[in-house]
């Protein structure tokens, strides 16, 4: 006749060290994965708009949605080299360089700048009709001609160069409600064809981002009622010269981070 005690001690070791044993095979079920973040980008990632920023240049913002996705996911390590007035060269000659193949997460908000985005609010808000059409048009041409080539060759050195990492690419908010908005604001005409550019960098970014693998976060339903005009705007108008046509705080936490939510969950 076995000997209970006995019998029952060796079950329960046998039942820790099955436990241990799958544990160290299946590592998920123990901890959670590794985390490492890098947000890469310009100024609508480093946070420009919502302030306050750091000393560099860059002019980043910890209300930016990067830092906040990082605060409220508790990654195991974070970098931020997103930086305002960035264009496709600089993420491909200085921010890369920030990624390895530990990295699991990288984000990106990149192009607008290579179409002339500053440029282009600069002759709607303050040239003549005819001269915002054609900044827009040009705008627009760069967006399907040029900057397909320029996107492919920025994710293909993300890829690269973090080959582990899944890479989200997140587009730009229309930036304009259409409904009156006085008579010293643009006006409804300008405001529309800016808005259909936006609509056009979108889709180009979007294309190209699947055409890479990546994951597109498309931001302009998040931010569709608080545009500039709107009555409760998450959109700087001409009220800063850095900031404007930039998110505010509330732009980035209520427009920019539950649209990152969306897609990683």
């Not at 920025?154 to 990492?165: D, G, K, L």
């Not at 259409?178 to 643009?186: D, F, H, Q, R, V």
């Not at 498309?218 to 608080?226: E, K, L, N, Q, W």
């Not at 108008?237 to 990683?264: F, K, M, Q």
């Amino acid at each position: 006749m076995p000997h209970r005690p006995l019998a029952r001690a060796l079950a329960a070791l046998v039942a820790v060290f099955t436990a241990a044993l799958g544990a160290v095979l299946v590592p998920g079920t123990a901890q959670a994965a590794a985390i490492n973040y890098v947000a890469l980008g310009d100024s609508y990632s480093s946070g420009v708009g919502a302030g306050p920023y750091d000393w560099s240049t860059c002019l980043r913002s910890q209300k930016s949605y990067a830092p906040l996705w990082a605060a409220a996911h508790g990654v195991t390590s974070f970098s931020f080299p997103a930086c305002g007035g960035a264009v496709t060269a600089d993420v491909l000659n200085d921010q890369v360089n920030a990624l390895s193949t530990a990295t699991t997460l990288v984000t990106i908000t990149i192009g607008g700048n290579d179409a002339g985005f500053a440029d282009v609010i600069t002759s709607c808000r303050f040239g003549s009709t005819s001269s915002c059409t054609n900044a827009v048009n040009n705008a627009k041409s760069f967006a399907t001609s040029t900057l397909p080539g320029r996107l492919d060759a920025t994710y293909s050195a993300i890829r690269n160069r973090a080959p582990n990492a899944r890479l989200i690419v997140l587009g730009y908010p229309r930036l304009f409600e259409t409904t009156s908005c006085g008579w010293l604001a643009m006006s409804t005409y300008k405001r529309t064809i800016l808005n259909e550019a936006a609509d056009v960098l979108a889709s180009v970014t979007a294309g190209r981002a699947n055409a890479a693998g990546a994951t597109f976060a498309d931001t302009r339903p998040y931010f569709a009622g608080h545009g500039v005009c709107a009555g409760d705007p998450w959109i700087h108008d001409v009220s800063g010269v850095i900031e404007a046509y930039h998110p505010d705080s509330d732009g980035y936490r209520y427009g920019y981070l539950p649209a990152l939510n969306a897609v990683t969950g």
